[in-house]
């Protein structure tokens, strides 16, 4: 018998006003596996995944973890399931400290007289034991995070990555273009992520990177799926060809 995926999206259909974003498309992600989705302008990549975070609420289609239906009111509900999206230019704000760069957006709070304050002392010793786990030599997380090497930078992006252990990791590419080490440093990140286990929705225009790093591609063309192929069994012109509809 077949392995149950770990997510499975199931006739997903999305619009906006007139605009069909998303017509009954189907989406399977296994444990381990690094899954690329590709699509031309629009085609329906960010709106598929930002349904699986919770952004959205699908109009159609259901969603399973683990063979199990959810439904997200929220992106606390599916981050809440091990689902976490992760900004692709692993953007480290260099005037606050490491523990904050960590926390981004989604500090830890405490009740003070009534009103919510940061719990500063929670993430600073949260963020400590992340930055532990990742056998990295940052000597405080208190440390603003201006004066970091790359390698260090890139410690606290996988730190931000899997501080709430997620099952699966989303990165849905910026629009604006990202340098050539910024590229080398998402790479990095997915192949780090992989060998702890955590499963990979990966969105990338760049072929030669879905190539490196995915194990399937799923290709969407004007909010329908179109095609999926295992990445060494098929070629970047296969794969174009579908994008565009040659076939
Ligand atoms: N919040 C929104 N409001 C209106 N239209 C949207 C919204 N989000 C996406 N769309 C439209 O849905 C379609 C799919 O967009 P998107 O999922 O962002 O595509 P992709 O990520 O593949 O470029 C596009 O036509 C886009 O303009
Ligand atoms: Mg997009």
Not at 47 to 62: F, H, M
């Amino acid at each position: 018998m077949a392995e149950i995926p770990l997510v499975e999206m199931r006739g997903i259909s999305k619009s906006f006003g007139a605009i069909k974003a998303l017509q009954r498309v189907d989406l399977e992600l296994n444990h381990g596996e690094v899954l690329g989705l590709v699509g031309d302008n629009a085609a329906g990549k960010s709106t598929l995944v930002k349904i699986l975070s919770g952004v959205y609420a699908p109009d159609q289609g259901e969603i399973f973890i683990q063979g199990q239906r959810v439904e997200f009111a929220s992106p606390a509900d599916s981050r809440s399931l091990g689902i976490e999206m992760i900004y692709q230019d692993l953007a480290i704000v260099p005037n606050l400290s490491i523990a904050g760069n960590i926390f981004l957006g989604r500090e830890p709070v405490k009740s003070f007289l009534g009103i919510k304050i940061l719990d500063k002392r929670k993430m600073i010793e949260q963020s400590r034991q992340a930055i532990e786990r990742l056998d990295v030599d940052i000597r405080s997380t208190k440390l603003s995070s201006a004066g970091l090497s790359g390698g260090q930078q890139q410690a606290v992006a996988v730190g931000r990555a899997i501080f709430f252990n997620p099952r699966v990791v989303i990165m849905d590419e910026p629009t604006a273009a990202l340098s050539v080490k910024g590229i080398k440093k998402v790479l990095e990140l997915v192949r780090e992520l992989k060998e702890r286990d955590i499963s990979i929705i990966l969105i990338s225009h760049r072929l030669p990177n879905v190539f490196a790093v995915t194990d399937r591609i799923i290709i969407l063309r004007t909010g329908k799926r179109v095609g999926e192929r295992i990445t060494k069994d098929t070629t970047p012109q296969e794969i174009i060809d579908l994008m565009v509809g040659m076939d």
